[in-house]
């Protein structure tokens, strides 16, 4: 189950270098939600482009990576699952801006905030197409991983 947010398009990713990674099904809240070692790139690819990205953790839907500094609550989903029976993963990726955090009396700050979501999930975008480790299979306002 994927948490409810303001709409921003799924990233379908690959990369054999964002695999399962050892004991993380130890960390996992439901079974099969795998995403670790994306969320750890992702902290440190962020990090180095000035984002304050201070925790990730697994949820009982997938990955969240906290962002800091954009107006509201805000972060990274990742979404994984084994293709196969291998640790080779699909994953999905998005930013996420749960529901909870849009409060009425915000009024331009949200709309602020909103471009800032806007330009987080376009550099989001740019740090898989430049990396040439990690494929981008599509992008979707639909969930990819059915």
Sequence with gaps: MQPRTD?????HIRSAGLRML??????LVNEGTYGKAC???????LTARGYAVPFFTCEDWGWWVEIL???????IGIYGRTIDDSDDLDLCVTVLTPLASRWPWFGARAQESSSEIARLQERLRMIFEEDP???ILG??????LG
């Design 7 to 11: 709409a921003q398009p799924f990233l």
């Design 22 to 27: 050892p004991g993380e099904d130890q960390e």
């Design 39 to 45: 969320a750890l790139y992702l902290q440190a690819q």
């Design 69 to 75: 500094g954009l107006g509201r609550v805000c972060g």
């Design 133 to 135: 480790d990690i494929s």
């Design 139 to 144: 992008e979707s306002s639909q969930f990819p």
